[in-house]
Nanobody, 124 residues
Framework: EVQLVDSGGGLVQAGGSLRLSCAAS????????IGWFRQAPGKEREAISC????????YFADSVKGRFTISSDNAKNTVYLQMNSLKPEDTAVYYC?????????????????WGQGTQVTVST
């Protein structure tokens, strides 16, 4: 059974940091790319990052570039999203998702598998 479990969300003050994890099982991790999305109340789901497990290529939305980093531990089948300098506008439910490549990483329907989401709240 394919499963993505995202975790690590919580409440943090503006300027703080959080690290989200996406643990994958049930598929060959090295053959997939993992993307991160977020969805704030009343807004559309937004692509924020992607990493290719095969070659480590990374991609970021302009809204998080320079503040967020993404990394992959292939031995643990886990991808991490390190979020620094958090802002109140980063408040959202964050989801990880799996696709074969990052080539169209911002396109939601390209992703085959999704995690359940983890809430990130950034207070002022």
């Amino acid at each position: 059974e394919v499963q993505l479990v995202d975790s690590g969300g919580g409440l943090v003050q503006a300027g703080g940091s959080l690290r989200l994890s996406c643990a994958a099982s049930g598929f060959t991790f090295d053959d997939y790319a993992i993307g991160w999305f977020r969805q704030a109340p009343g807004k559309e789901r937004e692509a924020i990052s992607c990493i290719s497990s095969s070659d480590g290529s990374t991609y970021f939305a302009d809204s998080v570039k320079g503040r967020f980093t993404i990394s992959s531990d292939n031995a643990k089948n886990t991808v991490y999203l390190q979020m620094n300098s958090l802002k109140p506008e980063d408040t959202a439910v964050y989801y990880c998702a799996a696709d074969s490549l990052c080539s169209e990483w911002e396109v939601i329907y390209e992703y085959q598998y999704w995690g359940q989401g983890t809430q990130v709240t950034v207070s002022t």
